[in-house]
């Protein structure tokens, strides 16, 4: 078929029963995080988080960064797929939210794999550059503010090795990234990056119509 099927409340109810493979630990951290204020809207799906995990697998991935911990759903996600010596470097402006998904992460048996990081992210960014040199991760996933994002996008292509894939969530931003009227810093960040993911020659490219947009870059 040549058509986008629309996804309504009935289908996506199905979809989770037929792929959805969750457990107690990942419920528990998602219904936390959603008692927190925007919780819900800021963390990511349940099948995101799933999918995040497979792509690891796909890859081959040892060496994982992601740019917005939040509550560290999609941290634990990623940090149970890695395969033993993996590791994953996730990064946040403050420790307050980080420190709700610590304890998941410790009970998940994976916190030993996990290095958060406390600041700016163009700081960490270029930290981890000067430190570990172009090249150093697998995959980078980006899920943090939004007005950065092109920033973000240059700098893990700086950090992610050739073959190495960068994730991006939010790449719709709420049906805003159409919509002339949206004129704020975060619409205008999501937006400038995806008008340049699509004629940057230096990745392969797919922007998946899942959950709020995800984009795939695959550097050459």
């Known amino acids: ?7 309504g409340a009935q289908l ?16 528990e951290l998602r219904e936390a995080t ?30 994982v960064l992601e740019i917005g911990t939040f509550t560290g759903y999609s941290t634990l996600c990623m ?18 939210w980080p420190a709700i998904g610590a304890d998941y992460w410790k009970r998940a048996g994976v916190g030993d794999r996990i290095e958060l990081r406390i600041g700016a992210a163009a700081d960490t960014l270029a930290g981890l550059l000067a430190e570990r040199g172009p090249g150093s991760f697998d ?5 943090a503010d939004k007005a950065n994002y092109p920033h973000y996008y240059q700098a893990s ?25 949206a004129q704020d810093a975060d619409t205008l960040g999501v937006r400038a990056l995806n008008s340049a993911l699509r004629d940057d020659p230096r990745v392969e490219l797919s922007l998946l119509v899942m959950a709020d947009g995800i984009t795939l870059a695959r550097k050459l």
């Open 79 to 96: 940090a149970r797929a890695l395969p033993p010596g993996g590791q994953l470097v996730t990064c946040d402006i403050e420790g307050r």
């Open 157 to 181: 292509l700086e950090l992610v090795r050739s073959g190495g894939l960068i994730v991006v969530d939010n790449t719709l931003f709420f049906g805003r990234v159409a919509d002339p009227a």
């Open 12 to 27: 996506l109810d199905y979809v989770r029963q037929v792929s959805l493979r969750d457990d107690d630990l990942l419920r």
């Open 34 to 63: 959603a008692e927190l204020p925007a919780g819900t809207a800021m963390q990511v799906m349940a099948e995101e988080g799933q999918l995040l995990a497979l792509l690891i697998g796909l890859i081959g991935a040892q060496n």
């Open 139 to 143: 995959l980078v996933f980006i899920d």
């Open 1 to 7: 078929m040549a058509h986008q099927t629309e996804a």
